[in-house]
């Protein structure tokens, strides 16, 4: 599907971009030329930004294991760097993780993060916490830095006291991405971040004939994540798509 088919869904864009449909849907010849012009660079310019910060040699390995594992699909390097980076823009000294994995994001995170800082992961795998706390200690960080919570995050959530964390990340179970976004956005203070990975699912959510149920729910969440009140939020095209939003 070419970036102007794509285009064509008018649902895939905000409200702000309709100037450039014509009536009937179609996009109006200046968007053709926008659109056209931008997704020349795309591939080299998406590899170029994906490897720009390097992969630690700590993380690489985390990441190997996640992939040897198989159920546990790491982050990508340029996901791992916006984490790193949002972590430490607003000072994160109180991190939630949904899906602990063989630790990757951890990583990044606690990278970013202050030295006092606290990272909180959860995952219904004892499997995939007994190599994240590996990569935690290959990584040097001492274990008053992390807590290692095993159980279903549906069911550890609602636990969880209101506005205690200065950021929280998303990746775990697709299907159960609005559960865990709606405590999310709960649990964040006033000015913390949410990120949630893969929103792009492998370039089936910006593709309109795509409807199954997880491609389905993951954009239908993005629009909604878009349209909240209490979020300014926005799409990165890096590695399987990840969308930052701050709470006001």
């Known amino acids: 599907m070419s970036p102007i088919d794509t285009c064509r869904n008018r649902e895939l864009f905000p409200e702000s971009l309709n100037a450039g449909w014509e009536p009937g849907g179609a996009p109006t010849p200046a968007t053709r030329t926008r659109v056209a012009a931008m997704s020349g660079l795309k591939p080299a310019s998406w590899s170029y930004a994906e490897e720009f910060v390097p992969e630690p040699e ?74 994240a706390r590996q990569a935690y200690a290959e990584a040097g960080y001492p274990h008053q830095r992390t807590r290692v919570i095993t159980g279903a995050a549906a069911e550890v959530l609602p636990r969880m006291a209101d506005g205690g964390y200065d950021m929280v990340h998303v990746d775990a179970d697709k299907d159960t991405y609005p559960t865990y976004v709606e405590h999310a956005v709960r649990l964040l203070r006033s000015g913390g971040v949410l990120v949630v990975d893969n929103m792009l699912w ?23 994540l878009r349209d909240h009140d209490d979020l300014v939020t926005a799409l990165l095209p890096v590695s399987d798509g990840v969308l930052v939003a701050v709470r006001r």
């Open 58 to 131: 700590v993380v690489e390995a985390a990441r190997r294991r996640g992939v040897e594992l198989g159920a546990a699909s790491p982050v990508g390097t340029g996901a791992g760097a916006v984490l790193r980076l949002l972590a430490a823009t607003v000072g994160a000294r109180h991190v939630l993780e949904v899906g602990t994995g063989a630790g990757t994001s951890g990583l990044w995170l606690l990278a970013g993060m202050p030295e006092d800082g606290v990272l909180t992961t959860i995952d219904v795998s004892a499997e995939h916490q007994r190599l």
């Open 202 to 224: 492998h370039d089936r959510v910006a593709d309109p004939a795509a409807r199954d149920d997880t491609t389905s729910t993951l954009r239908d969440l993005g629009k909604m």
